[in-house]
């Protein structure tokens, strides 16, 4: 059921002027590139910069507006950044949106913009797609960075399928179901978030208005809910996933934030999960951070820094 938000119900800082439009903020420039289906869209910092670019793949409901942060961390990188499948400008092309999908798009993406080799850098359930691109494509990968993501997460016990989306993603799958009345309601709803509020600058707000589609006053997300959870069942280890992982050549870095996706002291990865995995794959070399939750590790200065310190040591 489709939810309707008015401006007087929506609590928070109040968002006007630039920020409500998209302010102009340094880059990225768009690509589209061929797929099944369509064209894949997305954007890139600095196409002309030497060394190994960067394949940044963003998270269950973003887009690649999500790492505007991490390309100003690494300013003398090339950064290419897709919408996947059913989400950002992406958001058209048809499913199934299975995590080998999204990671057969990014192989599509390398060879529209000529890259023959990345370092590939996950966000949250993009870290999924880059072990899955890894794994099928050794050839293509550089190096894997996973910003709290790629790590199997269980399910919680007892639910049906049809349940487990809500369970995990909670808020963030509600709002795919809301509409707004204009930009100026939505950017007040992201500023309310407790765990991207705080870290609001005119980079979020770029990100908070690229993500916004439709026509007013009935203004949504640009993620497809039936993406986001077919996305979300895969999450926990199976269909070949574990094995996946496992077979990743070393080091594959693990960045781990030590807050939740509502900057609540529960973490996505809570540390005896994160030291089970490791334990269990040699290969993995976990960064802790402090005062980071699960969007402002890459959607802020100070997390965009903890993410390019992981990054610079592989070669470029």
């Known amino acids: 059921m489709e939810r309707q938000v008015t401006a007087p119900e929506v609590i928070g800082p109040e968002v006007t002027g630039p920020e409500v439009a998209g302010p102009e903020v340094t880059g990225p420039e768009p690509f589209a590139a061929p797929v099944r289906g369509g064209e894949l869209a997305g954007g890139q910092w600095r196409a002309d910069a030497p ?11 973003a887009s690649h507006r999500a790492w505007h942060h991490v390309a100003d961390a690494l300013p003398d990188r090339r950064i290419i950044a897709p919408d996947l499948r059913g ?14 999908e999204h990671a057969d798009d990014q192989v599509r993406v390398l060879d529209a913009l000529g890259v023959d080799r990345a370092l590939v850098v996950g966000h949250s359930m993009g870290a999924f797609v880059a072990v899955r691109l890894a794994a099928g494509h050794p050839d293509r990968i550089a190096g894997v960075v996973l910003v709290d993501g ?28 809301m509409r707004f009345p204009d930009h100026a309601a939505y950017a007040a709803f992201w500023a309310a978030h407790p765990a991207i509020g705080p870290a609001w600058d005119d980079r979020v707000a770029d990100y908070v ?10 203004l949504r997300s640009s993620a497809v809910p039936a993406a986001v959870a077919q996305n979300v069942l895969e999450l926990d280890g199976g269909d070949g996933y574990a094995e996946d992982l496992a077979s990743l050549a070393a080091p594959v870095d693990f960045v781990r934030a030590g807050r939740g996706l509502l900057d609540q002291p529960k973490a996505l990865y809570p540390p005896d999960r994160v030291a089970a995995h490791a334990a269990r794959l040699p290969a993995l070399r976990v960064t802790e951070t402090s005062g980071l939750n699960h969007y402002t590790i890459v959607m802020s200065d100070a997390g965009a820094a903890q993410v390019a310190a992981v990054v610079r040591p592989h070669p470029a």
């Open 87 to 100: 989400r950002g400008r992406s958001a058209d092309l048809p499913g199934p949106w299975s995590l080998r």
């Open 150 to 177: 790629g790590l199997p997460i269980p399910p919680p016990e007892g639910l049906a399928p049809d349940e487990v989306a809500a369970a995990v993603l909670g808020p963030a799958l509600v709002r795919l179901e």
């Open 209 to 218: 208005a690229y993500d916004l589609v439709g026509t007013a006053p009935a």
């Open 51 to 61: 060394g190994t670019p960067i394949l940044a793949i963003h998270g269950i409901t």
